[in-house]
């Protein structure tokens, strides 16, 4: 038993380093770089196993021509030889001067999915057929650079992001099996995709409005029927039709109404102490929750997590940023 699970180990760690030397190769010969133009140096091709099919049956031919002495047979076995020769010229040039350049990459909450946006552009006046990207094992997207897209494209390729923070990709496979199937032309390219990860949101119950006051400031008592809004109810019966939530009821969410309140402090905090008793991620996921909850309300809302604290506010780019620094809060040197 010792013996076997020492070979096994012995064949992973010489696959591991087998990998890695050939990484330390790709990124000599492919380096990483927003905009790769394919040419003989970034270019593989190899016989599919349709083209291997292919083969099999010229042999075939050629045996069974040699058997019988039959010459239609050898000319149709060597038409496909000569066919066979050319198909991976055909297959390399369809690749060969394509330009791939990264456009834009959109930050993404831990558990979806990552795009990437791509330009695909012809250089010189050869059309490129049936070109498909992908991050394996994803499908990826297959797409033509021809004329009728006026010698571009653009493409957006996605793959799944799990962990929180800035997240490196892997290289992007660019390949081609045009015209015939029977070779396949690719490339292993880095376009230098960085993902921001969100942390992935998780209820952590209703907006905490009014529950963290700042240093030197005093929470208000709350008088019903004032004129600050100071969030949504559950609509009852009797309550005033002028006061539904029918933004948020066209949303898709359950009627609410919107409660009102005089001598109250309108701000609402995300604080890191209202978590405690939660691990760090946790902790995270909630308060991304309710960044999101309270831009659906329309609610100016500020952050205070050890180290920061981000004065209320609203909008897309207070969103960002907001979620910027949850994304990118270390794990270590933080107290539970």
């Given at each position: 038993?010792?013996?076997?699970?020492?070979?096994?180990?012995?064949?992973?760690?010489?696959?591991?380093?087998?990998?890695?030397?050939?990484?330390?190769?790709?990124s000599r010969r492919?380096?990483?770089?927003q905009s790769?133009?394919?040419d003989h140096?970034?270019?593989?091709?190899?016989?599919?196993?349709?083209g291997?099919?292919?083969?099999l049956?010229?042999?075939?031919?050629?045996?069974?021509g040699?058997n019988?002495?039959?010459?239609?047979?050898?000319?149709?076995?060597f038409?496909?030889?000569?066919?066979?020769?050319?198909?991976p010229?055909?297959?390399?040039?369809?690749l060969?001067?394509?330009k791939l350049q990264?456009l834009?990459?959109e930050p993404v909450?831990a558990g979806?999915?990552?795009?990437?946006k791509?330009r695909?552009?012809?250089?010189?006046?050869?059309?490129?057929?049936?070109?498909?990207l992908?991050?394996?094992?994803?499908e990826?997207?297959?797409?033509?650079?021809?004329?009728?897209?006026?010698?571009e494209?653009?493409?957006r390729?996605?793959?799944p992001?799990?962990?929180?923070?800035?997240?490196?990709?892997?290289?992007?496979?660019?390949?081609?099996?045009?015209?015939?199937?029977?070779?396949?032309c690719?490339?292993w390219v880095?376009?230098?995709?960085?993902?921001?990860?969100?942390?992935?949101?998780?209820?952590?119950?209703?907006?905490?409005?009014?529950?963290?006051?700042?240093?030197?400031e005093?929470?208000?008592?709350?008088?019903?029927?004032g004129?600050?809004f100071i969030?949504l109810k559950?609509?009852?019966?009797?309550?005033?039709l002028?006061?539904?939530?029918?933004?948020?009821f066209?949303?898709?969410r359950?009627?609410?109404?919107?409660?009102?309140?005089?001598?109250?402090?309108?701000?609402l905090?995300?604080?890191?102490?209202?978590?405690?008793?939660?691990?760090?991620?946790?902790?995270?996921s909630?308060l991304?929750?309710?960044?999101?909850?309270?831009?659906?309300?329309?609610?100016?809302?500020?952050?205070?997590?050890?180290?920061?604290t981000?004065?209320?506010?609203?909008g897309?780019?207070?969103?960002?940023?907001?979620?910027?620094?949850?994304?990118?809060?270390?794990?270590?040197?933080?107290?539970?």
């Amino acid at each position: 038993m010792s013996s076997q699970s020492s070979s096994t180990n012995s064949r992973w760690w010489q696959s591991a380093r087998w990998r890695e030397r050939g990484q330390r190769w790709l990124s000599r010969r492919l380096p990483p770089a927003q905009s790769v133009t394919l040419d003989h140096r970034k270019l593989f091709v190899l016989p599919t196993g349709a083209g291997l099919a292919f083969l099999l049956v010229i042999t075939l031919l050629w045996l069974l021509g040699t058997n019988y002495e039959n010459n239609l047979v050898f000319a149709l076995a060597f038409l496909l030889v000569g066919l066979l020769a050319i198909m991976p010229v055909h297959t390399f040039a369809n690749l060969a001067g394509l330009k791939l350049q990264l456009l834009d990459v959109e930050p993404v909450f831990a558990g979806d999915f990552g795009q990437a946006k791509i330009r695909l552009t012809k250089t010189g006046k050869r059309n490129h057929e049936r070109i498909r990207l992908h991050w394996p094992p994803e499908e990826g997207v297959t797409v033509d650079v021809d004329d009728s897209v006026e010698g571009e494209g653009e493409v957006r390729i996605s793959m799944p992001v799990v962990q929180r923070g800035r997240v490196k990709a892997p290289r992007v496979r660019v390949d081609s099996r045009f015209p015939l199937g029977v070779f396949q032309c690719w490339s292993w390219v880095d376009l230098d995709v960085e993902f921001l990860v969100y942390p992935q949101p998780k209820s952590a119950g209703p907006l905490p409005i009014g529950a963290s006051v700042g240093e030197g400031e005093q929470q208000q008592q709350l008088a019903a029927g004032g004129d600050d809004f100071i969030g949504l109810k559950t609509y009852r019966p009797g309550d005033s039709l002028r006061h539904v939530a029918w933004k948020q009821f066209a949303g898709g969410r359950d009627l609410n109404s919107k409660e009102y309140a005089t001598g109250s402090d309108t701000r609402l905090w995300l604080d890191w102490d209202l978590l405690a008793g939660r691990d760090i991620e946790t902790r995270l996921s909630n308060l991304c929750a309710w960044v999101l909850e309270a831009e659906r309300a329309q609610l100016p809302y500020g952050l205070r997590l050890p180290g920061h604290t981000i004065a209320p506010g609203m909008g897309r780019a207070h969103k960002q940023k907001v979620l910027g620094i949850l994304a990118l809060f270390p794990v270590h040197g933080v107290s539970q």
